[in-house]
């Protein structure tokens, strides 16, 4: 555990580091980002072995997740310095208005220092050198990252080539910094810090309200960006199963158990019409031909067992598929079925099982499918499967269920995230503390930073993104048109 003398000297090193980030412009805060990226891209097999194995995912996954970190930090360096994301608007004066309006220029700055807490399951994207820190660093924010305790030698290597980076870019130690601590002390130290300003948590519910409830009791209370799990439900509707049921059952059930269902937009419910047992003998027979995996951790896999015992368990569900494995810390596939009315009855139904485990919810008519859309909590992701001249029959559903989620997709599975500007990752509480905000494209970074209009300033102390000339060549609102012209 990090004792609360250590986390004093990082955080005010964190703050120092603040003071002069809040000197850098977004052109000098996207270079610092290329020159991290480098860093990490000449990361050689000793990190992808580490993370290999200390989390048992393919050499051929990790090295694909290696990349898209790569890209989350030059892509989100490159939206800062085209002045794309952090928007700079500028209204400039009307002195022959009555009365006169002032001139007035808006810009983003860094809220402080950012504590980003390490996910299990993606030990590049969603860690020590994730999406959280790039986009706190492209605020202008310095981080401290609590590693994740389930792969400690690959988040060292990481937080090596980061602080590389800082170093060769200039800037100061505390810009980043990692602390190891397995303590739910340490972390709520972290949190309750003054000088700490915003929090990014990947992971489980109960973690990620628990920071949320301390951010939240501070004397100054901090945002808290956590996302904290789903279940993704998939809505098929009756033409596309009568047309389709096996080709359904086989893309479900690989979807379901990719990556032994270690993902966070896993698809755990399916809800289809009653009577389609095609759709389930397909859906069994193909979950039957898929290998039980190792999973990331022993504690992940305990937690599987347990959760998809409780939810098989309850009252009036079947259980269609009960694969096991005798090596301890593997993930096997399961399957199980009830009906809308119990599902509609019973909330334990709605809890994720991190893992390769599928819920069957069977409806018989329209009605009882709105009524689901209406009763599931908030997800990252909703599916709809659907013929196209049946889609027009169900928009009442789709209304209901874009209420629900962050991203909704048509004939498609969700385990997949795109790192690109149109990109939400995030969705409705409980899925995340924060719907407004997503954790992956260059949107991200807007979570760490907060809006400061100058008005009437001199042109000589306003900041770069301001100025007069636009010196960083910006894209910039000026009266109510986007230009890179400087003002006249």
Not at 304 to 315: D, G, I, L, M, W
Not at 421 to 431: I, K, L, R, T, V
Request: proline share 6%; aromatic share 6%; charged share 20%.
């Amino acid at each position: 555990m990090a004792s609360l003398e250590e986390i004093n000297t990082i955080a005010g090193l964190a703050h120092e580091a603040f003071l002069v980030l809040r000197k850098s412009n977004f052109r000098q805060r996207a270079a610092l980002m290329n020159t991290i990226a480098d860093e990490i891209e000449a990361l050689g097999d000793e990190l992808i072995q580490a993370a290999h194995e200390e989390t048992h995912l393919p050499v051929a996954r990790l090295t694909g997740e290696k990349g898209r970190t790569l890209l989350q930090w030059r892509s989100y360096g490159a939206a800062l310095a085209s002045g794309s994301i952090l928007d700079v608007r500028i209204d400039t004066a009307l002195n022959e208005r009555t009365p006169p309006r002032p001139d007035i220029r808006k810009t983003y700055v860094g809220i402080g220092p950012v504590v980003v807490f390490g996910a299990s399951n993606f030990p590049f994207a969603f860690s020590t050198a994730g999406g959280d820190t790039a986009s706190a660093i492209a605020a202008g924010c310095p981080v401290i990252v609590k590693a994740h305790s389930a792969h400690t030698r690959t988040a060292r290597i990481m937080a090596e080539a980061i602080r590389r980076g800082v170093k060769k870019a200039g800037y100061p130690e505390g810009t980043f910094s990692q602390v190891f601590s397995s303590s739910r002390e340490g972390a709520q130290l972290l949190v309750k810090h003054p000088l700490v300003k915003a929090v990014g948590f990947t992971g489980s519910y109960t973690g990620g309200k628990a920071l949320f409830d301390i951010a939240g009791q501070r004397p100054e209370p901090i945002p808290v960006f956590a996302e904290m799990g789903s279940v993704n439900p998939v809505f098929v509707l009756p033409e596309k199963i009568k047309n389709a049921p096996a080709e359904v059952a086989q893309q479900y059930a690989a979807s379901l158990t990719l990556g032994v269902g270690q993902f966070c937009t896993n698809p755990g419910i399916i809800i289809i019409p009653e009577g389609h047992n095609e759709f389930t003998d397909s859906l069994v027979a193909a979950l039957a031909q898929v290998e039980p995996c190792k999973m990331l951790h022993e504690g992940i896999a305990d937690s599987y067992v347990q959760n998809k015992a409780t939810v098989s368990s309850q009252e009036n569900v079947q259980v269609l598929l009960e694969a096991s494995s005798s090596e301890k810390g593997t993930g096997a596939p399961s399957l199980a079925l009830t009906t809308a009315g119990e599902f509609l009855a019973n909330d334990t139904l709605q809890e994720e099982v991190f893992g390769p485990f599928g819920l069957v919810v069977t409806y018989a008519n329209t009605g009882q499918l709105e009524d689901i859309a209406r009763k599931i909590h908030g997800q990252l992701t909703c599916t709809v499967l659907g013929e196209e001249e049946e889609i027009r029959n169900y928009e009442d559903l789709l209304l209901l269920i874009t209420e629900k989620c962050g991203r909704l997709l048509f004939n498609g599975f969700p385990t997949g995230v795109e790192v690109v500007s149109a990109m939400h990752h995030s969705g409705p509480f409980p899925a995340c503390t924060d719907s407004r905000f997503t954790s992956v494209g260059p949107d991200a970074i807007r979570r760490f930073a907060r809006p400061v209009s100058y008005q009437n300033v001199p042109d000589t102390y306003l900041p770069d993104e301001l100025k007069n000339a636009n010196p960083l060549g910006l894209y910039r609102l000026v009266n109510g048109k986007v230009t890179q012209e400087a003002v006249g």
